[in-house]
């Protein structure tokens, strides 16, 4: 895992909202590259201006790529797809679904990561995909907005952004050619994966003053357990406080004995969770770890107000991170996934004064014997869904 480096300037953005503001205006502002990532492509509501922007930004001369996740994003609905081809952008989708579906364990290796590049100067990286706040593609028009962040980033580590997002263009594009017999393809796709450089014209500044900041990428060659070993660094270290969002929590027996432990030092610890319905096996199966966690100290609290999809942390007010990976086996053992960690006073206040909002308005804490005296039916639905959650898990050849 690579170290700090200094001379980052960070906004933190919360919500779509703000995110697809900022997006857009950096978008318009490009001269050469812009690079999109996202796991779900959702051109209802306000998702749509972020797509009209690459189609004005292909037409004026700029190279635009986008990857979307082939299970996210199924399909683009017309007239994008027609749209997007006219005007130049370049796109595909990772890994679509093939007539058997998810019923062959390999497609769960999923692209979760939400990463953009702007010439190789300006960064986005976080949970936010592009997709209206206010709609949800299953359960429809929301009441208030998803609860999210994503983090605009300049310097140093854009080019790590950079190089991660232009990599992985061509070994899709190699993947592609190679399963259509187009071997030349194949091979320059290779090489040009291998060459990718930054834009000349805007690179960063090492040695200017900023932030201390890294990227902690997730993948299943190089990368395969650098975030939850972020995570459980900063648990370790942790000395007054921790408060960690995640909308997809089961944590592995290490993190979970990492909370644990850190209570025992005499560490406030707070999780903020998804407390409305969302997913059947990650709803009941998250909560039958609950007990555990709650009889060592740690406190639960349950975001009711909308969906919460946040992926951050702030440790001690000085560690924070923001990303796209859940604490949960699909996050950190099988999709790729991309989390930018900062050690920076300012920043994490400015998270943690969010969270801090969030657990006092919109959140309820977890009460430890109403949870303990739940039905009995609650609790065996609760085992059964965390036990078919590790049993699907091996069929991957993975344990957690």
């Not at 009460?367 to 036990?387: E, F």
Request: contains cysteine; hydrophobic residues 45%; aromatic residues 8%.
């Amino acid at each position: 895992m690579a170290g700090y480096q200094a001379g980052h300037q960070l906004r933190l953005l919360q919500g779509a909202s703000e995110f697809f503001d900022a997006l857009v205006q950096d978008i318009a502002a490009c001269a050469q590259e812009v690079r999109v990532e996202t796991y779900i492509f959702n051109v209802q509501g306000s998702g749509e201006k972020v797509a009209q922007a690459l189609v004005d930004a292909a037409l004026r001369g700029v190279k635009v790529y986008l990857v979307m996740d082939g299970v996210g994003t199924c399909s683009l609905p017309a007239p994008w797809p027609q749209r997007f081809d006219a005007a130049g952008v370049r796109w595909l989708l990772f890994s679509p679904l093939g007539r058997m579906g998810l019923l062959v364990p390999s497609r769960w290796r999923r692209l979760h990561r939400k990463l953009c590049v702007l010439d190789g100067a300006i960064a986005y990286c976080g949970g936010i995909n592009v997709l209206d706040d206010w709609w949800d593609p299953m359960y429809g028009p929301l009441e208030a907005p998803r609860f999210d962040f994503m983090v605009r980033v300049t310097g140093p580590l854009v080019r790590e952004v950079h190089a991660a997002m232009a990599q992985f263009w061509w070994r899709l594009r190699a993947v592609r050619s190679a399963r259509h017999v187009d071997w030349s393809s194949a091979w320059q796709a290779l090489q040009k994966a291998v060459q990718q450089k930054v834009p000349k014209h805007a690179q960063p500044v090492d040695n200017a003053p900023g932030s201390r900041a890294q990227l902690v990428l997730r993948d299943n060659v190089r990368f395969r357990s650098h975030i939850e070993r972020a995570y459980s660094l900063a648990l370790g270290e942790a000395r007054h406080d921790i408060i960690l969002a995640n909308a997809y929590f089961l944590p592995s027996r290490k993190i979970q004995r990492g909370l644990i432990h850190a209570v025992q030092r005499g560490v406030r610890v707070r999780l903020l969770l998804q407390g409305r319905y969302d997913y059947f096996m990650s709803h009941h199966g998250t909560r039958a770890l609950y007990g555990a966690l709650l009889a060592g100290g740690v406190e639960i609290y349950e975001y009711h107000s909308s969906f919460l999809h946040a992926k951050v942390a702030v440790v001690d007010g000085r560690w924070a991170t923001v990303g796209s990976s859940n604490i949960d086996p699909l996050s950190l053992l099988l999709a790729r996934e991309a989390n930018v960690v900062v050690s920076d006073p300012a920043f994490a206040k400015l998270l943690s004064d969010q969270l801090e909002l969030a657990l006092q308005q919109h959140a309820v804490r977890l009460d430890t014997l109403q949870h303990a005296s739940r039905s009995l039916g609650q609790k065996v639905l609760d085992r059964v869904a965390l036990a078919v959650m590790h049993t699907l898990l091996l069929l991957t050849g993975k344990s957690y």
